[in-house]
């Protein structure tokens, strides 16, 4: 009974899977000498993060002027279409523009921080892999570790890196056409869409440890949703963490730790 209570008190788990990337922190404080294993993909993230805010974000904010501008032209069209006695919706217009701009530069973000976790993670793999098999040792005593040739080892990572494509590809295009739907299409991309980013960032932090085991791709994400709501909850939190400009630096290996911690923490 008590356990039940504690069950439901915890989100069934929500909670305790959005904690990891603190209890991560709270790890490296406890053992400095970890922190040796984050200074150079801390550098990696750095050099990626020079291009891609470099680039990526001064386009982007260009696109997001861009739609702001057409928004206006046709809100200010429409508040002039409208009978005296609506003139007052007039007055709502900079509040919704406003909101738009915000709404625009937050998704920016996160596509900037998304795209610099599959960068970051894949060329500071080697030393996130150190990484995980020190905290996994410290964690449960033992590393459970399946030794592969370097040319398996880099053929796995290929693959792996593909058959993600593929599954932002199957549930991403459908989302983007269901967008061209007003109202309802538009509500389910924008959750289907946070709901396939987070899971790819889930995978992405827990990687680390369940590579070593050699397990398949499906089998990596039959644990993610096996899993479910903790590891939902894991994703959101990571996610949000890598999309704030310049902190991510050091949230990415923060989190390919809190991922370690969370598969060490579950049987599977």
Known sequence: MLKNIAKILGGFGTLNGATYPFRALITFIQNPSLIKYIVIPILVNIIVAIALYSGLLYFGWQIVDNIQGDVTTWLNQLMASLPQWLSFLG???PGLIAILRFVLVIVLL??????LTQFGVLLGAPWYGQLSEQLEKYRTGKVELIELNIVSDLGRAVLYEFKKLVLIALIGIPLVLINFFPGVGTIISSIGSLILTT???CLD???SCLERRRLKFRQKLKIVFKNLPAS???????????SIPFVNLVTIPLC???GTLFICDRQF
């Open 256 to 258: 390919v730790a809190s």
């Open 199 to 201: 899971t790819i960032v």
């Open 91 to 93: 007055y709502v217009a």
């Open 205 to 207: 932090f827990i990687d």
């Open 232 to 242: 939902g909850s894991f994703g959101l939190v990571c996610l949000a963490l890598i």
């Open 110 to 115: 996160i596509a900037t921080g998304f795209l």
